[in-house]
């Protein structure tokens, strides 16, 4: 099993280009997240999901937006990027039953 | 609602001596409390997790931490630091009645002195 993985690793945009930031798991979990890190400040939840077709706004979800149209992919998407959205984002997945969050690789993303 | 505190962002250990990370959460619902430690330019990785049952936990490469309700503490623990313990560790805490979702502390980086 590959786990989760994340697509791409690194991408600089300019402000105001889009993006889509997409995860794939292969563990046939039931729950995604999406969470931003930035120095000093932890991980932060984006949006999350609890089954295909559903999502939910978490603790900063200004200037994103996210789809779950399968359940093993789960795709956050910036349609106008900001200096401000310059992080590493990381994806979790989770199965129903359980407790833990297995974490993707990270993405890196610069705007310029 | 749920928050967790991490006492100090950099801690420096000498290999050998004790490492000590402190975290301390609030949380409406019964809580499920987690360490995590991130190696450079990697993911998180499960260090161990407080569920259910008995509160002194044991993770992998020899951490524990142990739940103390009347604290609102978890503490992280390893008796011996190893070169190899030198990372960002993450404290969070998630409830079943929210998603499961996690808040976490803000880290804590460990380097260890030869």
């Known amino acids: 099993n590959a786990g989760v993985t994340q697509t791409p690793k690194f991408r600089v945009l300019k402000t105001g280009q889009s993006m889509t930031l997409l995860c794939a798991q292969d563990m046939n979990h039931e729950y995604m997240y999406w969470y931003r890190q930035d120095p000093g400040m932890g991980l932060r939840l984006i949006h999350y999901s609890v089954g295909e077709g559903t999502t939910a706004k978490g603790e900063v979800p200004d200037g994103y937006n996210v789809s779950r149209l399968k359940k093993q992919n789960f795709l956050l998407g910036l349609e106008s990027a900001a200096p401000s959205q310059t992080s590493v984002y990381f994806c979790?997945?989770?199965?129903?039953?359980?407790?833990?969050?297995?974490f993707g690789p990270g993405t890196r993303l610069t705007v310029l | 609602a749920q928050s967790v505190t991490q006492l100090g962002s950099h801690v420096s250990v000498s290999e050998g001596a004790l490492v000590l990370l402190r975290c301390n959460y609030s949380s409406s619902v019964p809580p499920y409390l987690f360490w995590y430690v991130q190696y450079p330019n990697q993911g998180l990785q499960l260090l161990l997790k407080y569920t259910t049952g008995a509160t002194l936990v044991k993770g992998i490469n020899g951490f524990e931490a142990e739940f103390k309700k009347s604290e609102t503490s978890f503490h992280l623990t390893k008796p011996s630091a190893h070169m190899s313990d030198a990372a960002e560790y993450f404290c969070?805490?998630?409830?079943?009645?929210?998603?499961?979702?996690?808040?976490f502390g803000a880290g804590t980086t460990v380097t260890v002195r030869a």
């Open positions: 969070a805490v998630s409830g079943a009645s929210n998603d499961y979702k996690l808040s």
């Open positions: 979790a997945s989770k199965r129903g039953t359980g407790n833990e969050q297995f």
